[in-house]
Each structure stands twice: as C-alpha cells, then as structure tokens.
C-alpha cells in the first residue's frame, strides 16, 4: 500500500527556512516523479513543485522560484522541500503527491504557517 | 499559465439528483485534465484522470467528459456522502499545473 507521510510543518517567522519532508513506502520512490501542493487556509490547491525520478528535472511554480527548492532522497525514500525567505502567504497546508500528472496518491499534509 | 474556471462556485442539490460542475480552460489542454473530491480535514481523492477515465476505487456514479478546453463532471445519484469540494486540475505541462477554483457541492 502506497503511503506518503509529511513532516517538517511548524510556525516560523516572515524571512525564516523551514525543510518540509515526506517520506514514502510501498512503492519505489525512484520509479516515481513526485510532487508538492499546498492550500492555504479555506483556498484552493495549489501545485508548488515537482521533480522527476532521478531529480534531474525539477519545476516551479513562479511565486516560489528563487525561494523553495524540491530535492529527493530515493535511498532514504524521502522527497523534500527547502522554503526559505518564507513569506505570510506561504501560510498553508503542504501535501506530497506522487506522480506529476494526475495525483493518485497524497501524503495527509503538514501545516506550514508564516506569521510573526 | 492556463487558468480554469469552474462553476458554479456552489450546488445545492438534494440525494438522488444528479450534479453537473463544469471547468473551462484557457487555451487547450488536451485531454490532460483530472478532477479531484476534497472532504474537510481531508487530502483531496483523485476520481477522474485523462478527462474520462475513472481512479481506481471510484464508483461509476463518477463521471468525466470533455476535451480541449471545456470539461465537465457528472455525478448521478447523489448521496449525501458526496458533499465535497470538487478541483480539476490541468497538467499539459509538467512545468506549469494548474487547479481550478474549486465548487462546493452541498447535498440537502
């Protein structure tokens, strides 16, 4: 059974870094292209990143570039995500996906919140 | 970046009836559409990949159709556990994925 668990979420202040992970089991994580999307309080979803197997191809959305950086693990099984200069509205809950299409699989969400 | 516009934004719709939430995309996405069922608390549940075809576990009562950029879900027979919030999404591009708005549908 595939499972995705997210980790890392917390209250950080306006300008600070956090390191979102997700570590992931029941499947190989580098057969997969895996992906980050967030929803902030009460919207709707939002792609953030995604990377492909090897982590040779990475893409972001535009509101991150510069800022948070999608990265991979696939001996430790774990995906990750570098948010730094984090700003109020990055307040959001943060899934990993897997695949970079159509998201059939997703991590139950860690809650990022940006406030000071 | 394509931008989808779902609406209604809201349906009210009682259980047996049948729900119909259309998304609308910028320019052509092909048949590269997903729909998604977000329960509150809750990661959102693919139903729908490729604009008609149905995840795995979904009940047929769950529908898609469309290409291009005009798309639509259809749920029949609605049951009071279909209250949601339903996205699309588009994924044409690896580098640039996109979500509609959402429509919350309320089963009276």
């Known amino acids: 059974e595939v499972h995705l668990v997210e980790s890392g979420g917390g209250l950080v202040q306006p300008g600070g870094s956090l390191r979102l992970s997700c570590a992931a089991s029941g499947f190989t994580l580098g057969y997969s292209w895996m992906s980050w999307v967030r929803q902030a309080p009460g919207k709707g979803l939002e792609w953030v990143a995604n990377i492909n197997e090897d982590g040779s191809e990475k893409y972001h959305v535009d509101s991150v570039k510069g800022r948070f950086i999608i990265s991979r693990d696939n001996s430790k099984s774990s995906l990750h995500l570098q948010m730094n200069s984090l700003r109020v509205e990055d307040t959001a809950v943060y899934y990993c996906?897997?695949?970079?299409?159509?998201?059939?699989?997703w991590g139950q969400g860690t809650l990022v919140t940006v406030s000071s | 970046e394509i931008v989808l516009t779902q609406s209604p934004g809201t349906l009210s719709l009682s259980a047996g009836e049948r729900a119909t939430v259309s998304c609308r995309a910028s320019?052509?996405?092909?048949?590269?559409l997903a729909w998604y069922q977000q329960k509150p608390g809750q990661a959102p549940r693919l139903l729908i990949y490729?604009?008609?075809g149905r995840a795995t576990g979904i009940p047929d009562r769950f529908s898609g159709s469309g290409s291009g950029t005009d798309f639509t879900l259809t749920i029949s027979r609605l049951e009071p556990e279909d209250s949601a919030v339903y996205f699309c999404?588009?994924?044409?591009?690896?580098?640039?994925?996109?979500f509609g708005r959402g429509t919350r549908l309320e089963i009276e």
């Open positions: 320019q052509s996405v092909n048949r590269d």
């Open positions: 999404q588009q994924y044409v591009s690896s580098s640039s994925i996109t």
């Open positions: 996906a897997r695949g970079w299409g159509w998201l059939q699989f």
């Open positions: 490729g604009a008609f």
